[in-house]
C-alpha cells in the first residue's frame, strides 16, 4: 500500500523560534496532500491543503502567516511553524491522496512538536 | 459544510461481544464517509470507506459499517471484539468533491476499550 511519511516525528523547540515538519509521500505522487492538527484526546482539525506548484488553502481560523505550507515537488509538502508558542503545541498529521484512488488517502505517522 | 458526530467518547465491551461505534453526519451533498482507527502514537489507518456504492461496507479487521441515509448514520460494528480492538475510532466525512480532492472532517472520536 501507499506510505507516508513525516519528519521529525518528534521535536522540541524554544518559544520564538520556528520549526519545519516534511511530509513525503515515498512510492505515489501526490499533486495535493492535507495538514491536520491534533491537540491530546482530541480530534483532527484540518488546517489546510497543500498544492503542488500553487499557494496553499487555509482553513477558516488558520494563520497562514504562522503556518507556512510549501509543497516543493510532486512527493513533498513542508509545514513551517513560524515564531512558535507553547499553543502550537500539538500533535501534526498530513494525509495525501493517491492518484486513481480517489476516495483513499493515506495519513503519515504524524508529529509531535512540544514548544517550551 | 458538513459536520460529524459520534455518540459516546468512550465505549467499552467485553472481549468477544458485539462493538457497536455510532456516527452521525450532516452534509449538504452526497457524503463519502469514512471510518479510521487510530493506535497510540500512530498515524490513521483506513478501517473501511462508503463512496456511493454498496451501503453495507466491510473493511479490514472484521469490521463492517452500513450507510443509512433516512438516519444520515454510518455506525460501525464487529460482531466479536478482540482485545487487539482497543484504539481510538475516528468517522470522517469528505469534502464537496469527494475523498481525494478535499480534506477530511473528522469526529470527535470514540476510545474503544475491550474487558477480558
Known amino acids: 500500500g501507499a506510505v507516508v511519511s513525516q519528519h521529525p516525528s518528534w521535536v522540541i523547540c524554544k518559544s520564538g523560534t520556528s520549526v519545519k515538519i516534511e511530509c513525503r509521500s515515498l512510492?505515489?505522487?501526490?499533486?495535493?496532500m492535507f495538514w491536520y492538527r491534533q491537540f491530546p484526546k482530541q480530534s483532527l482539525m484540518l488546517m489546510a491543503t497543500s498544492n503542488e506548484g500553487s499557494k496553499a488553502t487555509y482553513e477558516q481560523g488558520v494563520e497562514k502567516d504562522k503556518f507556512l505550507i510549501n509543497h516543493a515537488s510532486l512527493t513533498l509538502s513542508t509545514l513551517t511553524v513560524t515564531s512558535a508558542h507553547p499553543e502550537d503545541s500539538s500533535f501534526y498529521i498530513c494525509?495525501?491522496?493517491?492518484?486513481?484512488?480517489?476516495?483513499?488517502?493515506?495519513f503519515g505517522p504524524g508529529t509531535r512538536l512540544t514548544v517550551t | 459544510a458538513q459536520s460529524v458526530t459520534q455518540l459516546g467518547s468512550h465505549v467499552s465491551v467485553s472481549e468477544g461481544a458485539l462493538v457497536l461505534l455510532r456516527c452521525n453526519y450532516s452534509s449538504s451533498v452526497p457524503p463519502y464517509l469514512f471510518w479510521y482507527v487510530q493506535y497510540p502514537n500512530q498515524g490513521l489507518q483506513l478501517l473501511l470507506k462508503?463512496?456511493?456504492?454498496?451501503?453495507l461496507v466491510k473493511g479490514i479487521n472484521g469490521f463492517e459499517a452500513e450507510f443509512k441515509k433516512s438516519e444520515t448514520s454510518f455506525h460501525l460494528t464487529k460482531p466479536s471484539a478482540h482485545m487487539s480492538d482497543a484504539a481510538e475510532y475516528f468517522c470522517?466525512?469528505?469534502?464537496?468533491?469527494?475523498?481525494?480532492?478535499?480534506?477530511?472532517?473528522f469526529g470527535k472520536g470514540t476510545h474503544l476499550i475491550i474487558q477480558p
Open positions: 470522517a466525512v469528505s469534502g464537496i468533491s469527494g475523498g481525494g480532492a478535499d480534506g477530511l472532517t
Open positions: 512510492d505515489f505522487q501526490a499533486t495535493t
Open positions: 462508503y463512496t456511493s456504492a454498496a451501503t
Open positions: 494525509s495525501a491522496p493517491q492518484t486513481g484512488r480517489k476516495y483513499e488517502q493515506y
